[in-house]
C-alpha cells in the first residue's frame, strides 16, 4: 500500500482545512487508517483514527469535537476535516495504515504517507 498526503497549508487561528490521502496498491478497506501529526522538535503523536469499513473512528482528546476523520474506500481515500484550528495543531501530519485498529502507537501501522504541513498562524 502506498500512501500519499496532501492538502496542508497555511491557515489562521480558528480556521479550517481538509487533508486528504490517497491510497493505492492493496485494498485499503483492509486496513484501519489513522491520522499522526509531528510537531517541530517533538515526537510523531496519534490524532485520529477510523476502522477499515469506516464505521468506528476516535481521536486524541486535543482534537475531539473539532477534527473529523472519514474515509471513501469507493475512491481509496482518507479524510481529516480539521475545524477551529490553533496554533497547537502545526505539524506535519501523516496518514497511516496498519491491520489494527484501536491503536494509537506508530508501531502498530505498516503503512506511511510522507506528511503533509500544516501551519496555524495567530
Known amino acids: 500500500v502506498r500512501l500519499q498526503a496532501f492538502g496542508g497549508g497555511l491557515v489562521q487561528t480558528g480556521g479550517s482545512l481538509r487533508l486528504s490521502c490517497a491510497a493505492s496498491g492493496r485494498a485499503s478497506a483492509e486496513y484501519a487508517m489513522a491520522w499522526f501529526r509531528q510537531a517541530s522538535g517533538k515526537e510523531r503523536e496519534f490524532a485520529a483514527g477510523?476502522?477499515?469499513?469506516?464505521?468506528?473512528?476516535y481521536y486524541t482528546d486535543s482534537v475531539k469535537g473539532r477534527f473529523t476523520i472519514s474515509r471513501d474506500n469507493a475512491k481509496n481515500s482518507l479524510y481529516l476535516q480539521m475545524n477551529s484550528l490553533k496554533s497547537e495543531d502545526t505539524a506535519v501530519y501523516y496518514c497511516?495504515?496498519?491491520?489494527?485498529?484501536?491503536?494509537?502507537?506508530?508501531?502498530?501501522?505498516?503503512?506511511w504517507g510522507q506528511g503533509t504541513l500544516v501551519t496555524v498562524s495567530s
Open positions: 497511516a495504515a496498519g491491520r489494527r485498529y484501536g491503536t494509537t502507537k506508530t508501531y502498530d501501522y505498516v503503512y
Open positions: 477510523i476502522s477499515g469499513n469506516g464505521l468506528n473512528t
